[in-house]
């Protein structure tokens, strides 16, 4: 239960949040009669002096040590999905309520998903070459199979899982799911495997034509997807990545699109770098297909927010859990430490309007 008293004056609230007029309108009717302090993301003074006196703290991105040092600070929310940036032991061992805007962009996630599954199957890099090249179709185009039928594997069955799950059974698609929680899936057919029963994802894995990963990075997470699991797959499967680039382990990655056990992969995230440099052996493996950690917006993503925020606000001033909290299970302490080399955003910035330039 979250400790509040509600004899005390109306909590002082701090928004970095880049929103529209509209959007904050409805924010302050949220929160009202709170008084909300906007600061912009660059000013660390504003910041600075709004975490000495707010009790609440609204953010685009992730926390670090300022917020959780911050001295009458109870609820931070960062508006995205993933806390892992910022989520070490000492957030749960804490009393500071941590919450995200998980799940709020679940359906266009899975659509991204699709997007890659159907591109891999159909070998829609191959057949658009062809066209720019005016060649009437492509090498082996016999052996093509489509989605009707195969089985997927979808890994992480939150607000994402979920609407691929029912995505993919209007495919008639085979569909398996893993989760950690021992939850029953709420699309008819799916097939639950959890972690909490001790079931193992390649038990989960066992023959499927995708593996989609959908899940949240945390410690027991980290690189859950090795050579085991792969090899557990249909050879000639895909895999899809939406969720967070460590999740699998590239070197087995590689080996296995190299081998052809993976005919081809989806990659919205990389591990380490984003954005992934131009050197990088990932640009070069065979058939995988790449996009930049960008997905095309949900019409009503920010007013999804709000709901969150005021059904949260709600929760905050009655005392009752937050709904999408940090909790033990979300710690992520294994990622290693980065030090890029110098003139590396320089070179990037260069390398990018290059890029644009050749498009």
Not at 331 to 346: K, Y
Request: hydrophobic share 40%; glycine share 6%.
């Amino acid at each position: 239960m979250i400790s509040t008293d509600s004899n005390s004056p109306t909590p002082r609230i701090m928004a970095r949040l880049p929103w529209s007029a509209k959007h904050r309108q409805r924010l302050e009717q949220i929160f009202t009669p709170s008084e909300i302090v906007y600061v912009d993301r660059q000013d660390h003074a504003a910041i600075a002096q709004a975490l000495q006196t707010c009790e609440i703290a609204l953010i685009d991105g992730v926390m670090d040590d300022r917020y959780l040092d911050a001295p009458h600070l109870k609820w931070v929310h960062c508006d995205q999905s993933g806390l892992d940036g910022y989520a070490p032991q000492a957030l749960a061992d804490s009393d500071l309520i941590v919450t995200s805007s998980k799940g709020r962009s679940g359906p266009v996630l899975a659509e991204h998903a699709v997007f890659f599954m159907l591109s891999l199957a159909y070998r829609a890099p191959a057949l658009a070459r062809a066209q720019r090249h005016r060649v009437w179709g492509i090498r082996d185009q016999e052996t093509l199979r489509g989605l009707y039928g195969k089985k997927v594997c979808i890994v992480g069955y939150g607000a994402t899982g979920s609407s691929l799950a029912r995505q993919c059974s209007t495919f008639d698609m085979d569909i398996t799911a893993f989760r950690r929680k021992d939850i029953e899936a709420d699309v008819p057919g799916v097939k639950m495997f959890c972690s909490a029963r001790r079931d193992q994802l390649a038990d989960a894995l066992q023959g499927a034509d995708f593996i989609v990963l959908c899940a949240s990075l945390n410690n027991d997470s980290y690189r859950m997807v090795s050579a085991r699991e792969i090899s557990a797959m249909a050879p000639g499967g895909f895999l899809i990545n939406m969720a967070r680039g460590q999740l699998v382990d590239e070197e087995a990655m590689i080996a296995a699109l190299k081998s052809g056990h993976l005919a081809g992969a989806g990659l919205d995230v990389t591990d380490p770098n984003e954005p992934l440099p131009p050197w990088h052996r990932l640009w070069s493996a065979p058939n995988v297909m790449i996009t930049p950690h960008f997905t095309p917006q949900m019409p009503d993503r920010t007013a999804r927010t709000l709901d969150m925020l005021e059904e949260n606000y709600g929760r905050f001033q009655r005392g009752e859990p937050l709904l999408h909290r940090f909790t033990q299970e979300d710690v992520f302490s294994c990622a290693p430490e980065m030090t890029p080399f110098r003139g590396r955003h320089r070179l990037m910035s260069a390398w990018r309007r290059f890029g644009r330039w050749l498009s």
